[in-house]
């Protein structure tokens, strides 16, 4: 049953068309993610779907009652954003609409919060529009994909992972069809080029045959003929060249080599430790005191419930306080979605020159993984949308003289794709990555420790985020737990000293604790 219909519609803004969709339908039991790059047209679209905004050209028919969950909401309200999303949720669904239009939806929300509106959508009885940047989400929803590019839409059937295996079989095809023209290519131009030769020898008589023996046997007719069908020939061959259709070649991305500073030094070696850290915010308790250590080179990924105390926790490692130890040759660098660290009046390429002892090739090579190609870097802050300013911040920090990476929500206000080029440049990243993410996909990618918060305690869990979740710990018997109790102590009783006068020993006792405390561990699981 079609419950809307839209053919030929397009939206112009300054005489350029930001749509120019030929023909789209929505179907009943439709469950459709909307993806594009920021600024591609999706929330533009949905409010044409919607009837909030009218198209500049092109016929929508529907007999449906449609709800639109916005992408700005109100936030004139003493509520937290995850509760102001929650609530227009909440009352969207209380409508019973045939088509729902869902325009970022997981904003604000923490990771329960996403996973219980999954459950709410899954329930849905009518059709689902989504625009949405989290893609473990329009896995869990979706059944088929509309994407945007240069104002066109195409459509794609599944989910969001079966889109992106369709578009990288369509580069492989690319690729496939690109190697068969340069082959075709270089077989017509050796074709041409042994033509020519062949044209050039025609020309001349045989250094055999005198000119009165030529005049007689009539060789120089019978070269100017053969002359004359070679030339046929070769333009024969240049009319293929120019007629064989181009296939552009896939662009492939130059790798980024970065030099951090002590980075071999700290690879593998504890360069924070926090023991007995209190998580008190003025009278509020956010967490139990705890103690954990971090190593040169991994990817910590902090997760919790909104208001559970991730970015607290941030902040006291940032700010030493009293637990917190860190490697002298520990260089950090912190984003906190703060533009502050930009000028304005600057082009991308100079704020992000001016803090980072990098050459403009590599410079340039991270601006063009976060989609600013060419001329672009050439554009002042000024001018840049929100999404493409926290970019420009992400550059200018990911390429300064750090090793060690501390990201706030890295991920908010980023589309899709330049999501999946951030995901790349961290995982190639040699330095120390710790961040506070919501993005279960995000972090699946990129974690290899998980520090979760929950009921006002911290558990360091060393492992992906999938090991994380099907984690289930054995009971530990009295035997262990005494075992357990004695090296906890003794960990103490050596980081104690380490602190005052850190010695070669000292650490390799540490180390060998450590150890133990570990195979106990592994052998409950």
Known sequence: ????????????????????????????????????????????????????????????????????????????????????????????????????????????????????????????????????????????ICNQIWEIEDAKLAIYKGNYSNYREQKQLKIRQQENAYDQYVKKKKQLENALELKEQKAQRATKIPKKTSSSEAKITGAKPYFAKKQKKLQKSKKSIETRLEKLEKVDKVQEKPPIKMNLPYEETLKGKIVLRVEDLEGVVGNHVLWSPVSFH??????????????????????????????????????????????????????????????????????????????????????????????ERVKVAFAKLFVSDINTLILDEPTNFLDIETLEALEELLANYKGTVLFVSHDRRFIEKLATTIISIEKKEIHVFEGTYDEFKNYSPKMPNDSEEDELLVIETKISEVLSKLSIEPTDELEEEFQLLLSKKRKIIEGRE
Request: no cysteine; proline share 1%.
């Open 294 to 387: 971090m190593k040169g080179g991994e990817k910590i990924a902090i997760i919790g419930k909104n208001g559970a105390g991730k970015t607290s926790l941030i902040r006291k490692l940032i700010n030493q306080e009293d637990g917190v130890s860190i490697s002298p040759s520990m260089k950090v660098g912190y984003f906190s979605q703060n533009l502050d660290v930009l000028d304005s009046k600057q082009s991308i390429l100079e704020n992000v020159q001016t803090t980072s002892k990098q050459d403009e090739t590599l410079i340039r090579t991270v601006l063009a993984r976060l989609h600013f190609f060419r001329e672009d870097v050439y554009k002042k802050v000024r001018v840049l949308s929100g999404g």
């Open 1 to 140: 049953m079609i419950l809307l219909e839209a053919s030929n519609v397009t939206y112009e803004i300054k005489n350029k068309k930001l749509l120019d969709i030929d023909h789209i339908q929505i179907q009943k039991n439709d469950r459709i993610g909307l993806v594009g790059r920021n600024g591609s047209g999706k929330t533009t679209l949905l409010e044409i779907l919607s009837g909030k905004r009218e198209q500049s050209a092109g016929t929508l028919t529907s007999r449906s009652t449609i709800e639109l969950i916005p992408q700005l909401k109100n936030t004139n309200t003493t509520k937290s954003g995850g509760e102001v999303t929650q609530e227009y949720i909440n009352r969207s669904l209380s409508k019973h609409a045939d088509i729902l239009l869902a325009d970022e939806p997981t904003t604000n929300l923490d990771t329960n919060h996403i996973e219980r509106l999954e459950t709410q959508l899954a329930k849905w009885k009518g059709a689902i529009v989504i625009v949405s940047h989290d893609r473990t989400f329009l896995d869990a």
